[in-house]
Protein backbone atom coordinates (compact mmCIF):
# COMPACT_ATOMS: atom_id res chain seq x y z
CA UNK A 1 0.00 0.00 0.00
CA UNK A 2 1.66 3.59 -1.31
CA UNK A 3 1.72 6.10 1.39
CA UNK A 4 -1.21 8.10 -0.13
CA UNK A 5 -3.43 4.78 0.86
CA UNK A 6 -2.08 4.53 3.95
CA UNK A 7 -2.91 7.76 4.93
CA UNK A 8 -6.56 7.48 4.23
CA UNK A 9 -6.76 4.24 6.09
CA UNK A 10 -6.17 5.49 9.03
CA UNK A 11 -7.61 8.29 8.87
CA UNK A 12 -10.71 6.63 8.36
CA UNK A 13 -10.15 4.24 10.87
CA UNK A 14 -9.63 7.44 13.18
CA UNK A 15 -12.61 8.69 12.36
CA UNK A 16 -15.11 5.78 13.97
CA UNK A 17 -12.85 5.66 16.79
CA UNK A 18 -11.17 8.45 17.67
CA UNK A 19 -9.45 7.58 21.00
CA UNK A 20 -8.23 3.81 20.52
CA UNK A 21 -7.59 1.66 23.78
CA UNK A 22 -7.02 -1.55 24.67
CA UNK A 23 -9.97 -3.91 25.62
CA UNK A 24 -7.91 -5.22 28.46
CA UNK A 25 -8.87 -4.27 31.65
CA UNK A 26 -6.35 -2.70 34.10
CA UNK A 27 -5.82 -0.56 37.00
CA UNK A 28 -2.13 0.51 36.54
CA UNK A 29 1.23 -0.46 34.63
CA UNK A 30 1.70 -3.50 36.52
CA UNK A 31 -1.36 -4.96 36.09
CA UNK A 32 -1.60 -4.31 32.41
CA UNK A 33 1.67 -6.05 32.68
CA UNK A 34 -0.07 -8.74 34.28
CA UNK A 35 -3.05 -8.73 31.83
CA UNK A 36 -0.68 -8.71 28.54
CA UNK A 37 0.88 -11.95 30.19
CA UNK A 38 -2.06 -13.83 30.56
CA UNK A 39 -3.51 -13.09 26.76
CA UNK A 40 -0.89 -14.57 25.17
CA UNK A 41 -2.54 -17.37 23.34
CA UNK A 42 -6.38 -16.36 25.19
CA UNK A 43 -9.09 -14.04 24.25
CA UNK A 44 -8.93 -10.43 26.12
CA UNK A 45 -12.98 -11.20 27.27
CA UNK A 46 -11.47 -14.29 28.69
CA UNK A 47 -8.09 -12.11 30.41
CA UNK A 48 -10.85 -9.51 32.22
CA UNK A 49 -13.14 -12.15 33.32
CA UNK A 50 -10.11 -13.55 34.95
CA UNK A 51 -8.34 -10.58 36.43
CA UNK A 52 -12.22 -8.82 37.41
CA UNK A 53 -11.76 -10.85 41.16
CA UNK A 54 -7.98 -10.87 40.70
CA UNK A 55 -7.20 -7.02 40.46
CA UNK A 56 -9.54 -6.29 43.47
CA UNK A 57 -6.83 -8.43 45.80
CA UNK A 58 -3.61 -6.99 44.11
CA UNK A 59 -2.81 -4.16 42.10
CA UNK A 60 1.40 -4.72 42.77
CA UNK A 61 4.09 -7.18 42.66
CA UNK A 62 4.48 -6.95 46.25
CA UNK A 63 0.83 -7.92 46.72
CA UNK A 64 1.36 -10.51 44.22
CA UNK A 65 4.62 -12.01 45.69
CA UNK A 66 2.00 -12.33 48.77
CA UNK A 67 -1.09 -13.83 47.45
CA UNK A 68 1.33 -16.91 46.31
CA UNK A 69 1.66 -19.18 42.83
CA UNK A 70 -1.40 -21.52 44.20
CA UNK A 71 -3.01 -18.42 45.12
CA UNK A 72 -2.53 -16.25 41.47
CA UNK A 73 -3.31 -19.84 40.06
CA UNK A 74 -7.06 -19.93 41.89
CA UNK A 75 -7.93 -16.63 40.01
CA UNK A 76 -6.52 -17.50 36.30
CA UNK A 77 -7.50 -21.03 36.00
CA UNK A 78 -9.83 -20.51 33.23
CA UNK A 79 -7.25 -19.37 31.02
CA UNK A 80 -5.07 -21.61 28.60
CA UNK A 81 -1.28 -22.24 29.84
CA UNK A 82 -2.56 -20.69 33.16
CA UNK A 83 0.21 -22.83 34.98
CA UNK A 84 3.15 -21.80 32.78
CA UNK A 85 1.79 -17.72 33.11
CA UNK A 86 1.06 -18.32 36.85
CA UNK A 87 4.98 -19.12 37.07
CA UNK A 88 6.22 -16.16 34.80
CA UNK A 89 3.75 -14.00 36.63
CA UNK A 90 5.82 -14.64 40.25
CA UNK A 91 9.36 -14.37 38.33
CA UNK A 92 7.97 -11.19 36.60
CA UNK A 93 7.01 -9.99 40.17
CA UNK A 94 10.09 -11.11 41.96
CA UNK A 95 12.15 -9.36 38.96
CA UNK A 96 10.30 -5.78 39.22
CA UNK A 97 10.84 -6.10 43.45
CA UNK A 98 14.57 -6.71 43.18
CA UNK A 99 15.97 -4.66 40.17
CA UNK A 100 13.02 -1.85 39.74
CA UNK A 101 11.65 -0.82 42.98
CA UNK A 102 8.59 -2.31 41.98
CA UNK A 103 8.12 -0.67 38.54
CA UNK A 104 7.01 -1.31 35.39
CA UNK A 105 10.40 -0.82 33.29
CA UNK A 106 9.77 1.74 30.32
CA UNK A 107 12.68 0.20 27.98
CA UNK A 108 12.32 -2.18 25.37
CA UNK A 109 15.57 -4.14 26.88
CA UNK A 110 13.95 -4.30 30.42
CA UNK A 111 11.06 -5.03 29.72
CA UNK A 112 12.12 -8.08 27.10
CA UNK A 113 14.22 -9.47 30.36
CA UNK A 114 11.01 -9.88 32.74
CA UNK A 115 9.86 -13.43 32.91
CA UNK A 116 6.95 -13.89 30.16
CA UNK A 117 7.66 -10.77 28.20
CA UNK A 118 8.52 -11.26 24.47
CA UNK A 119 8.75 -8.45 22.19
CA UNK A 120 4.94 -7.94 21.27
CA UNK A 121 4.01 -8.12 25.01
CA UNK A 122 6.99 -5.25 25.58
CA UNK A 123 5.44 -3.29 22.79
CA UNK A 124 2.11 -2.87 24.47
CA UNK A 125 3.80 -1.82 27.73
CA UNK A 126 5.59 1.44 25.87
CA UNK A 127 2.70 1.76 23.54
CA UNK A 128 0.06 1.83 26.33
CA UNK A 129 1.66 3.07 29.23
CA UNK A 130 4.74 5.47 28.05
CA UNK A 131 2.76 6.43 24.77
CA UNK A 132 5.83 5.15 22.77
CA UNK A 133 4.85 4.61 18.71
CA UNK A 134 5.34 0.96 18.62
CA UNK A 135 3.11 -1.46 17.34
CA UNK A 136 2.49 -5.21 19.09
CA UNK A 137 1.96 -7.43 16.25
CA UNK A 138 -0.52 -10.36 17.52
CA UNK A 139 -2.85 -12.58 15.51
CA UNK A 140 -5.47 -9.84 14.67
CA UNK A 141 -2.46 -7.02 13.04
CA UNK A 142 -0.77 -9.63 11.44
CA UNK A 143 -3.66 -10.79 9.33
CA UNK A 144 -5.08 -7.17 9.10
CA UNK A 145 -1.42 -6.15 7.45
CA UNK A 146 -1.16 -9.00 4.91
CA UNK A 147 -4.82 -9.04 3.55
CA UNK A 148 -5.06 -5.23 3.44
CA UNK A 149 -1.76 -5.28 1.65
CA UNK A 150 -0.91 -2.48 4.18
CA UNK A 151 2.49 -4.53 5.54
CA UNK A 152 2.79 -7.47 4.27
CA UNK A 153 5.25 -9.82 5.84
CA UNK A 154 5.88 -13.31 6.42
CA UNK A 155 6.93 -12.90 10.46
CA UNK A 156 5.89 -10.27 13.41
CA UNK A 157 8.75 -8.86 12.98
CA UNK A 158 8.68 -8.00 9.42
CA UNK A 159 5.65 -7.07 9.76
CA UNK A 160 6.19 -4.74 11.98
CA UNK A 161 9.34 -3.44 10.57
CA UNK A 162 7.28 -2.29 7.57
CA UNK A 163 4.23 -1.06 9.83
CA UNK A 164 6.31 1.80 11.11
CA UNK A 165 7.55 2.43 7.75
CA UNK A 166 4.08 2.98 6.42
CA UNK A 167 2.12 4.12 8.82
CA UNK A 168 2.07 7.88 9.00
CA UNK A 169 3.74 9.76 11.91
CA UNK A 170 0.30 11.10 12.96
CA UNK A 171 -1.33 7.80 13.29
CA UNK A 172 1.56 5.80 14.83
CA UNK A 173 0.51 6.47 18.53
CA UNK A 174 -3.11 4.84 17.96
CA UNK A 175 -1.92 2.81 14.89
CA UNK A 176 -1.86 -0.53 17.26
CA UNK A 177 -5.14 -0.50 18.46
CA UNK A 178 -6.97 0.62 15.52
CA UNK A 179 -5.46 -2.82 13.70
CA UNK A 180 -6.03 -4.65 16.38
CA UNK A 181 -9.84 -3.86 16.63
CA UNK A 182 -10.78 -4.05 12.59
CA UNK A 183 -9.12 -7.34 12.91
CA UNK A 184 -11.16 -8.52 15.47
CA UNK A 185 -14.45 -6.88 14.83
CA UNK A 186 -14.49 -6.24 10.73
CA UNK A 187 -11.44 -7.96 8.93
CA UNK A 188 -12.19 -11.07 10.62
CA UNK A 189 -9.83 -14.28 10.03
CA UNK A 190 -12.93 -16.87 8.57
CA UNK A 191 -15.65 -14.37 7.58
CA UNK A 192 -14.22 -10.87 6.94
CA UNK A 193 -17.28 -7.93 6.94
CA UNK A 194 -16.03 -6.67 3.70
CA UNK A 195 -19.67 -5.04 3.38
CA UNK A 196 -19.20 -3.19 6.49
CA UNK A 197 -15.40 -2.33 6.32
CA UNK A 198 -14.54 1.78 6.01
CA UNK A 199 -11.10 0.74 4.03
CA UNK A 200 -12.74 -2.14 1.34
CA UNK A 201 -11.72 0.05 -1.47
CA UNK A 202 -8.14 0.54 -0.26
CA UNK A 203 -7.93 -3.32 0.34
CA UNK A 204 -5.95 -5.29 -1.89
CA UNK A 205 -7.89 -8.25 -0.78
CA UNK A 206 -8.40 -10.69 -3.54
CA UNK A 207 -11.65 -12.70 -2.09
CA UNK A 208 -13.73 -10.02 -0.55
CA UNK A 209 -16.91 -10.73 0.93
CA UNK A 210 -20.34 -9.66 -0.29
CA UNK A 211 -22.64 -10.50 1.83
CA UNK A 212 -22.78 -10.46 5.36
CA UNK A 213 -22.18 -13.48 7.39
CA UNK A 214 -24.91 -15.02 8.36
CA UNK A 215 -25.79 -15.05 12.29
CA UNK A 216 -26.29 -18.12 14.31
Same mark, same amino acid.
Given at each position: ??????????????????????? +??????????????????????????? *?????????????????? +?????????????????????????????? &???????? *???????????? &????????????????????????????????????????????? +??????????????? +??????????? &???? =?????? &??? =?????? *????????
Amino acid at each position: MNNQKAVEFFKRLAARLPQPKTE +LVYINPYTLLVAVILSAQATDAGVNKA *TQSLFKEIDGPAEMRALG +LNGLKRFIKTIGLYNAKAKNIMAMSKRLMD &RHGGQVPR *TRDELEALPGVG &RKSANVILNTVYGEPTIAVDTHVFRVANRTGLAPGKTPREVEDRL +LKVVPEKYLGGAHHW +LVLHGRYVCKA &RVPE =CPVCPV &RDL =CAYPHK *TKEMPRKK
